[in-house]
Structure formats: C-alpha cells, structure tokens
C-alpha cells in the first residue's frame, strides 16, 4: 500500500493509525498505576522527611520497596520535594525527553528528512511498544538510562571522546545492567573511556556511600543478593534466561551461570566483530540484548534496551524482520500464559520476548550494511549502477564510531544513509486480537507493579 501523496491524506492517516493506537492500548492490560515511581517517591520521601530508611520502605498494602543501588535513591532525592503529581508529570517530561534522544541518535544526521509524517508514524509505532508503555507507565528509569548510554556513542562517533564513558558510569550506578557496557569499552580497546566509565561508576556509588553509609553497607552485602526482594524469578514478566529456567522448575544456580556464560561468549565474538567493522550501533545494540539475557531478573519493561536492535535491521536492508519482531514485541503475547507456563506451548509462548532477544543476540547484522558500500577508486564508482530508491530509503544510520583510526574509518566505514529502525516498522502494527484485560499483577484492574507477586518464602 502506498503512503498518501497529499499533507491532507497524510493527517488522515496519522489521524487513524492514532485512532487505532488509542482503541488498542485501551483494550490491553497495561495501566501500571505508576506503581515504580510511587515505590521511588515513598523512598525518598520517607527517607528525607521522617528520618525512614533506604531499603526498609514499603509500598502500602505490598511487601515490594526500593532495590536499586543506593546512588539511585541520592538521585532522586529531588523527588522527595514536590507532590506526587508534580513527580509523575517530571517524570514524563524526562521519558519524553530521553526517548527524543534516543530516537535523534539511532536516527543519526539524516533524522529531519522523514519530516512530520515520517515521526508521527514512528510515535505511533512506539506507542504500541510493549516495554516502552510499561516503562512510562510504571514511571520507570530504562528510558533515561538507555539515553546516557547511547549518547556517550553519540560522542565517541562525534570526535567528542573526552567525556565518553560518563553516562554509562551513571547508567551503571544508578542499575547494575549498564556496567556491561564496560566491558564493550574494554572489547573495544576504549582504555580510556572505560577508564571514565569506571571511575564515574565508583565515584556515584562512594557519594552515596557518603550520604547513606548504612544503605550502602545493607544493599552491597545483603539486598543485592536478595532477588526476592525484586519478584518471583518464574513470574511471566521476567524474560530473561533465569526466568525461562525458573519456569521450567530449574532454580539452580550453575545450570543458569552456564547459560550466562555462553551467552557471554557469544556477545564478546560479535561485539568484537561489529566494532571491528566500525558498526558501534550494532555493537551497542548486542550489549544492550545481552545484558537484558543474563540479568537474573529482566521485566518486559526493561526490554527497551531492544530498541537499537530494530534500527540497526532495518539499516542492514531487513525492514520486514524488524516489523516482524517488533510487531511480536507489540502484542502482550507473553501473559497468555500468564496463570500456566506448563507444556511445549508454555516453554514457547511464555518467553516469547526471551526467544526474540536471544534470536536477535545470534543473527543481527553487524558491519556495513548491504549495499552501502562505497566504490574504492573513482573507475569502479564511474560504471557501478546507482542504488535502489528501496534500498536508499531502508538503509538506517551508524551513529556510533568505527575504529580508532580515522584514516582507517574514512577508508572502511560505511558510508551513512538516512533512516531510522523503527519508521518502517511503524507500518506493522499489530491489531490482532489480545488476552483482555484479566486480574493479572500488571492490570490496572489489580495489582500495578510487573513484580507485585508475592515471592516465595526464603
């Protein structure tokens, strides 16, 4: 079907894909009652006005309170002084903001030639994200942190190293997820924005050691080792490789650390290999599913770390995939199975997002992407045939930096086309039937919190 030629047929259509976006997430299981955020503003709230402690608070009429490092807490310690409103409307507003920047670099230099219709699409595209609802939803912080790590890409692909490595030490202080992120560095041979990285991490987390000496000792020797405190590791929500382990009955530790441990090396490999190639999108792309895998709890919500994944298929000339997956990724199709994860159709279906992850961790192009190549010599360039308009338009910018050397990059980089990983995918929106809104842990008809399932006793 083709896009409409006229700004009246495009508001028309934007007007009914916003229509259908609006019928969709108003018949899913998705108002989360901004259950995070009230669990962060008890927090500090408690914490800097009646003298509570860090980790002692609980959200009324549930067992769940705060469970991320103690710098997080610090952080947010702004929150403690404005009203619950205020804090939920900043915390849209910084969703917002960092979702902008998210898009803007994955979009790269060509970003304003999809012009208003092209972004309308996407946000009504990303509106039906599963794990970006949830996160606005529950108020969530994965938007802010994907945002601190994209941007020191951002500035090491800009000649801007000096400060690369900052958002990922804050990224890795405020969640411990992010430190994976160094470990790209260090693949990379970035010593020295590694090196930032590392020292901003360690320094946020000896300021709140400073502030909240007695969180600090708690959280580093006891609740982090608790995951109890965060939720049920076979609970549907927890796509990762401990949850489809839990799910299936297996809770010991060494099954899970061999698991972690492959999916280690696989990522090391390809990570290896797309920097190499000069294609840190891709690279950064890798880490991001990666980590998502080997945490031991990974929410849907969480699975925004996804997102560089489809721009980068959709840059490598495979739009169709990308709407695919993401298409999957839009469905809710995991709490079908919500109150029985048992069988071959359980196994399956309920780690339908954990399946799409690890696919994406084993068999997403990385290096230059088809077709994109520039001619060596001006002979070959004088007779090569021009490019497919399909092939222009689906062709996505690498925002991140190729290898060190710049005469290096400028003779192997691939050369950089306008696009975005989700503006074609925007098409594939998945109006399909869905589970109806049910009494599940994450419907706003019940309890709001993806982790608000009471854990098993110790």
Not at 340 to 357: C, K, R
Request: one cysteine or more; charged letters at 10%.
């Amino acid at each position: 079907m083709r896009a409409p030629s006229t700004d009246r047929g495009r508001l028309l259509l934007v007007l009914a894909l916003a229509t259908a976006v609006t019928v969709f997430t108003a018949t899913v299981p998705l108002l989360r009652d901004w259950f995070d955020l009230r669990v962060y503003y008890g927090t500090v709230h408690t914490w800097l006005h009646h003298g509570g402690r860090i980790y002692d608070y609980h959200v009324p009429g549930t067992t769940y309170g705060f469970t991320y490092p103690p710098f997080a807490a610090v952080s947010m310690a702004p929150m403690g002084y404005l009203g619950l409103g205020a804090a939920i409307v900043a915390a849209l507003v910084l969703n917002l903001l960092a979702l902008a920047v998210v898009l803007r670099i994955l979009a790269g230099p060509g970003w304003r030639r999809h012009g208003w219709f092209g972004w309308a699409l996407v946000a009504c595209g990303l509106a039906l994200f599963e794990p970006l609802r949830d996160t606005f939803s529950f108020g969530q912080v994965n938007l802010l942190l994907l945002a601190l790590v994209l941007g020191d890409g951002w500035l090491l692909s800009t000649g801007r190293g000096r400060w690369a490595g900052v958002g990922i030490g804050l990224a890795a202080a405020v969640k411990l997820t992010p430190a994976l992120f160094i470990g790209l560095l260090l693949l990379a041979r970035r010593w020295k924005a590694a090196a930032v990285a590392t020292a901003v991490a360690l320094a946020a987390t000896g300021l709140a050691a400073l502030v909240v000496p007695s969180a600090s000792a708690f959280y580093w020797t006891r609740a982090l080792w608790d995951t109890t405190r965060v939720g049920r590791l076979d609970y549907v929500s927890n796509q990762s490789l401990q949850g489809v382990l839990a799910r299936l009955g297996e809770t010991g530790r060494p099954l899970w650390a061999t698991a972690v441990l492959l999916v280690l090396c696989v990522w090391a490999v390809r990570a290896r290999r797309a920097v190499v190639a000069g294609d840190w999108t891709a690279a950064f792309a890798l880490t991001g599913l990666t980590a998502c895998l080997v945490s031991p709890i990974t929410w849907v919500h969480h699975l925004v770390w996804l997102l560089p994944s489809f721009a980068v298929l959709v840059r490598a000339g495979h739009p169709r995939i990308a709407g695919a997956l993401y298409a999957v990724m839009c469905t809710s199709v995991v709490w079908l199975w919500f109150d029985d994860s048992s069988g071959i159709d359980g196994f399956l279906g309920s780690n339908t997002y954990t399946w799409v992850t690890l696919g994406l961790l084993l068999w997403l192009p990385t290096g230059q992407a088809p077709g994109s190549r520039r001619p060596l010599n001006r002979n070959t360039s004088a007779t090569a045939p021009a490019p497919s308009t399909a092939a222009v338009t689906t062709a996505a910018v690498s925002a991140h930096p190729g290898p060190s050397s710049a005469a290096t990059g400028a003779a192997t980089r691939t050369a950089a086309g306008p696009g975005l990983g989700l503006v074609r995918s925007a098409s594939s929106d998945p109006t399909g039937p869905t589970r109806p809104a049910a009494a599940k842990p994450q419907s706003s008809s019940s309890r709001a919190s993806s982790y608000t399932v009471k854990p098993p006793p110790t």
